[in-house]
């Protein structure tokens, strides 16, 4: 099915389900702008008026999470202590320093943020358990100072008083409009996170939490990507305790503690972590449920927690997840048209005659095992080659070097004459290093599409900057590849040749001057080994240096210029296919040494 | 009191207090060699000993060494749940539901004591009546005297149990590697609920002996859990060795920043040297930094 | 009746497809060989069996019996026992430990009866009497070898699985260890051997397979599978080597 005939058949029915979509959106919107105005309409309880203050400030935080926990899938246990940052930044600089409200929010903002910053770079040394004491750590500083430095925060006693803002000089006394206002910011808030996942850095996050090497190896800055993450998550838990503060007149450090957190934590498992709907979904729900329990109160407590482990047993999605799916198994997603596409540009000049890649004395030891042990190649412009050597010979190891994810001994790696011994693979994947993993490493919820637009957003790729542009790169490589019409497909659903293809399309998106495969043919079946070593030829005629490790020697023949093998961390020969499957050294490393009788 | 004795007694309560932590961090490294898994909830088994204590004393007013035992074989219940309700559903998950799961499992525990007991904290008996004695301007409390001595003989029990009979090494072996484990023969499922079966029953000892001086509380747990887990990571993240020392340098830590630097900050001193150790040196005192393999 | 019999297994890394529908035997007193490339699946075959993995379909019979979906600690009780690649021996426990532990599928064993057969070990590898009190971790590569089977054979197993065992060793290591495989045999063992190094695995095996993605190419003696060329295939990809040797 040629591109075009896609296009064209599609158009007309994409046009009507088009209109239809839009519609429904526009109906959801004017029920959204509605909702708050139901009170100056009908009368409602001032009591019930402040649950909805809370679970809407609560929310603002929650969506904090959503950022940090759904999106970058870092774990968060102090939540509660920025949204107790931006409470007391509010109390305390309306009411002793006398600023207006919204420089104290701001000032709230800009402290919250900062100190997620720092949370942020302790990523670099921890994470899993570490980091989720470390939040712990942070959150239970930030009580002892609450509760005990009395002549500042007026500890145990809280803080009364705290008055609303005004907007266009309008003070929002009225609890009504106060709640409108809220409500405007918790969408605004909603429509930020929402668009976040469709920019270059949400897409980052997603990676991050994937996959964090795989994203680290194509490009993806992974700590600024957490750092970053971090603050907006702190800002966001800012915003919404100087909204809480302004609206309930009264703080204590009750009402940060690390209890809180864990609301805010479960909420966001409950509703969906990974979407900005269930964030609000899973805080409206435990903040009402309650309230309508109130009977069962002794025991709600303890069903909450008995919640949070079935919820993580049995629907780790969340009930947003859950509707999701069933959604998409009622109505699913035709494959989008996406219009004619560029052929795929990767062209390198062959008239520079310096190596791609040199490998000088490279040695890396794991204590005292040798795994490599003073290797020498260099790899000429242009070209394909390979590494091979039995089980254990040291060949991942030196293709980890080679990428930044292992710091070598000694040595040095010189990538198109630049030094890059000492950077991280991010910056590896900037100076043009792609590379793809024996057990593939994709980012298994994403799309192929969005896989491969990570690849293409690594720094310096030089294509434009454009969100369009990237979008159009992907779809040229994919259709390179031959996997134009799965791109939407989320990429855990797709079979493993096609996996494996996504994998190279992400590295090619890169446009990289040198390519490493880590035994790319490894599971494939007799056909698709056929069509990689197809696709390998094609690429070597676009003058991409491709650096290859394999187990299969007669892919290896097909494609490679030229071998080098591996013994126990020693290189023993290189040259053409011929010279070097014949030498009677590599023989003998691979079937192994006959028996000799014992001397 | 003399500068000497003064400094004397700080040590001898931050070691008695030390010791409380190490049995809780012992009974999550144990988890956490086993496992891999972090029990979040490891603090709670000492609230719930303690409270088992309080129960079996007032309101059932059973002579105290039967109330021990009784509570001690609760813990070991306990323990059992606990293995099949939280940690076997997510064995094979990742490591984010788990922690989830074990924060949850915490949660519940403390409602519901709460449920059953109310807010208000309660006292528990001291093993011995009387409160003490003096030696050189020293006063020690009877009650950290038998911490210590109870610690002393947990610790000298289990290094005898580990090192010294077949079970303790299967334990050993199961931690090490529970799929070569599976491959001689070791019952591995059974292993780990024995892991959890003892470190439950570590944590609810550590609740029974510190509860005295403590009160008991709701909160008393999640407390003492983050100490424990501090003086882990201290100590050597997955050491048993670095748990016990980790432990006893924490207690004695607090001990005297609450006496010279500031007493409402006290808890504070358990963070700030477990934030101090994440950034300079995450592998503890003991542990060695693990060389990846290729 | 074979021993152990494979009959069209198939099994799975999650989407990808390790072994394609493998049939093979191992008669009682045999050594049989597995050889094959990187990633032909031979440690694949030596998990299903144990039970480490489970086949998808296909049937696993040892003694005549399935096994295919027992778990791991019944088929050690039944009298297989596996040494699996890369050694794995328990780091932290003494080299006598390790091979008491090697019962451990025995059920209660009298501690005195338990220290006469690590004697019996002993006299086996001679190398590891004077290590007895030596920790896992500080043992050599091929002492870690010599253990691993010494704690396998602790089962006394009817069957004894080898995941490649010569891999990393020196020569002469190598040389010893088949010894060893050999004079086991030769005292009525049945073992399975997984090798990549062909030679050394051919000069003790009464038979042998040949894996190749996951599919069995080619089966028969020592000295039909070293003069075939699709064995060379296999690891060589069809380069003839010098007439040498």
């Known amino acids: 099915m040629t591109i075009q005939t896609l296009a064209a058949g599609a158009s007309a029915s994409t046009a009507a389900r088009g209109f239809r979509a839009g519609a429904l959106v526009l109906l959801l919107l004017l029920l959204a702008a509605a909702l708050p105005l139901i009170p100056f309409v009908v009368k409602v309880n001032p009591y019930i008026l402040n649950i909805f203050m809370q679970a809407v400030t609560y929310a603002v935080a929650v969506l904090g999470m959503t950022i940090v926990l759904g999106y970058t899938g870092q774990i968060h246990l102090g939540q509660a202590a920025f949204f107790g940052i931006g409470a007391y930044t509010v109390a305390l600089g309306t009411l002793v320093l006398g600023l207006n409200f919204w420089l104290a929010l701001l000032l709230g903002v800009v402290l919250a943020s900062l100190a997620g910053f720092i949370l942020g770079l302790t990523t670099l040394r921890v994470g899993g358990h570490y980091l989720a004491m470390v939040t712990i750590s942070f959150q239970v500083i930030f009580d002892l100072i609450l509760t005990n430095w009395i002549a500042v925060t007026r500890g145990p006693d809280g803080i009364s008083g705290i008055g609303r803002p005004s907007l266009f000089g309008y003070t929002l006394a009225d609890d009504k409009a106060y709640l409108m206002f809220c409500v405007f910011v918790l969408y605004l808030v909603i429509f930020g996170v929402w668009w976040l996942p469709k920019t270059r850095l949400g897409r980052a996050m997603q990676a991050v939490r994937e996959n964090e090497m795989a994203a680290e190896v194509s490009g993806v800055a992974t700590l600024v990507v957490k750092v970053v993450a971090f603050s907006l998550c702190a800002a966001l838990g800012a915003v919404g305790g100087a909204l809480y503060a302004a609206g309930f007149a009264y703080i204590s450090p009750d009402n940060f503690s690390f209890k809180i957190s864990i609301e805010f934590l479960t909420m966001t498992l409950l509703g969906g972590s990974q979407s900005p709907f269930g964030g609000a979904l899973g805080t409206v729900l435990l903040i009402l449920l309650p309230e309508w329990l109130r009977f069962l109160k002794e025991i709600y407590m303890a069903a909450y927690g008995l919640a949070v482990i079935l919820i993580m047993v049995f629907m780790p999605e969340g009930i947003w997840g859950i509707v999701s799916r069933a959604w998409r198994r009622l109505r699913p997603l035709r494959p989008l048209a996406h219009g004619p596409v560029e052929p795929f540009k990767l062209d390198f000049p062959l008239t520079d005659t310096a190596p791609v890649l040199q490998l000088v004395n490279v040695q890396k030891h794991f204590g005292g095992v040798r795994a490599v042990d003073g290797i020498n190649i260099n790899v000429a412009r242009g070209t394909v080659h390979a590494l091979i050597g039995p089980n254990g010979s040291g060949k991942t190891t030196t293709l980890n070097v080679l990428n930044g994810i292992y710091r070598p001994t000694a040595g040095q790696i010189i990538v198109d004459g630049k030094d890059l011994t000492h950077t991280s693979p991010h910056v590896r994947a900037g100076h043009g290093v792609g590379r793809t993993f024996q057990n593939i490493r994709l980012f298994p919820a994403l799309s192929a599409l969005e896989n491969v637009m990570i690849g293409a957003q690594r720094a310096h790729n030089p294509i434009e900057r454009s969100e369009s542009a990237l979008r159009r790169r992907a779809l040229s490589t994919l259709d390179f590849v031959g996997l134009l019409d799965r791109a939407d497909r989320v990429v855990r659903s797709l079979p493993y040749g096609h996996q494996r293809l996504v994998e190279i399309a992400r590295s090619l998106a890169g446009s990289p001057t040198l390519l490493l495969l880590d035994e790319p043919a490894a599971g494939l079946n007799q056909t698709e080994k056929q069509e990689l070593v197809t696709l390998l030829k094609r690429l070597r005629g676009h003058g991409i240096t491709i650096f290859l490790i394999e187990h299969d020697m007669g892919l290896i023949v097909q494609v490679s210029d030229r071998i080098s093998v591996l013994n126990f961390g020693r290189k023993i020969a290189e040259g053409t296919p011929d010279e070097v499957l014949r030498h009677p050294d590599v023989i003998a490393a691979y079937l192994g040494e006959s028996v000799h009788a014992a001397a | ?294 | ?245």
Request: glycine share 10%.
């Open chain 3, 1 to 245: 009746m074979p021993l152990l019999e494979l009959r069209d297994v198939t099994s799975f890394y999650g989407s990808v497809q390790a072994l394609k529908g493998i049939s093979l035997r191992v008669e009682p007193g045999e050594i049989v060989t597995l050889l094959g490339a990187n990633g032909a699946g031979k440690s694949t075959t030596l998990r299903s069996i144990s039970g480490l993995m489970r086949p998808a379909s296909g049937d696993i019979l040892f003694d005549g019996q399935s096994i295919s979906r027992l778990g791991a600690e019944a088929i050690v009780r039944m009298g297989i026992s596996h040494v699996p690649e890369g050694r794995r021996i328990f780091p932290g426990l003494t080299v006598t430990e390790n091979i008491m532990l090697g019962a451990s599928s025995r059920g209660r064993v009298p501690k005195a009866q338990l220290r006469s057969e690590v004697g019996e070990m002993f006299a086996i590898f001679p190398d590891l009497e004077r290590l007895e009190k030596a920790l896992g971790w500080s043992l050599s590569g091929g002492q870690q070898q010599m253990l691993a089977v010494a704690r396998g054979l602790m089962a006394r197993p009817k069957l004894l699985m080898l995941d490649e065992p010569s891999l990393g060793l020196a020569p002469i290591i190598v040389q010893q260890l088949f010894a060893v495989i050999r004079d086991l045999q030769q005292r009525g063992m049945t073992i399975l051997l997984v090798e990549q190094n062909a030679h050394m695995a051919l000069s003790v095996a009464h038979r042998g397979y040949v894996l190749e993605t996951g599919n069995l190419t080619v089966e028969g003696s020592p000295a039909e599978l070293l003069g075939n060329e699709a064995v060379r295939a296999a690891y060589l990809g069809g380069a003839r080597p010098n007439a040498a040797n």
């Open chain 2, 1 to 294: 009191m003399s500068n000497l004795s003064l400094n004397l007694q700080l040590l001898f309560s931050g070691l008695a207090v030390g010791a409380v932590y190490s049995l809780v961090a012992l009974g999550f490294v144990l988890i956490i060699r086993a496992t891999n898994v972090v029990n979040f909830a490891q603090g709670d088994f000492a609230m719930i000993g303690a409270f088992a204590m309080v129960t079996m004393l007032t309101a059932l007013k059973l002579p105290y060494w039967l109330a021990f035992v009784l509570a001690l074989a609760l813990m070991t219940v306990f323990g059992v749940i606990f293995n099949y309700a939280v940690y076997y559903p997510l064995r094979n998950r990742s490591f984010l539901p788990v922690i989830i799961s074990t924060l949850g499992a915490s949660i519940f525990m403390q409602n519901a004591v709460l449920g059953i007991f109310g807010p208000q904290p309660r006292p528990l008996e001291k093993v011995f009546k009387t409160p003490g004695f003096e030696v050189a301007g020293v006063f020690l409390d009877s009650q950290y005297l038998v911490i210590l001595a109870v610690t002393l003989i947990a610790v000298a029990f289990q290094y005898f149990f580990f090192e010294h009979t077949l079970l303790g090494k299967k334990l050993q072996a199961t931690s090490q590697d529970k799929d070569m484990a599976r491959l001689v023969g070791i019952p591995v499922a059974w292993m780990i609920a024995l892991t959890f079966v003892y470190s439950a029953t570590l944590g609810g000892l550590a609740g029974i002996l510190i509860g005295p001086v403590l009160f008991v509380s709701i909160g008393m747990g999640s407390t003492i859990a983050l100490k424990a887990f501090s003086a882990t990571v201290i100590g050597g993240f997955g050491d048993v060795t670095g748990a016990i020392v980790g432990g006893l340098l924490l207690g004695v830590v607090e001990s005297f920043g609450a006496a010279y630097i500031s007493v409402p900050y006290k808890d504070a001193f358990a963070f700030l040297l477990l934030l101090v150790f994440l950034l300079i040196r995450p592998q503890g005192i003991f542990g060695e930094k693990i060389s990846e393999k290729a």
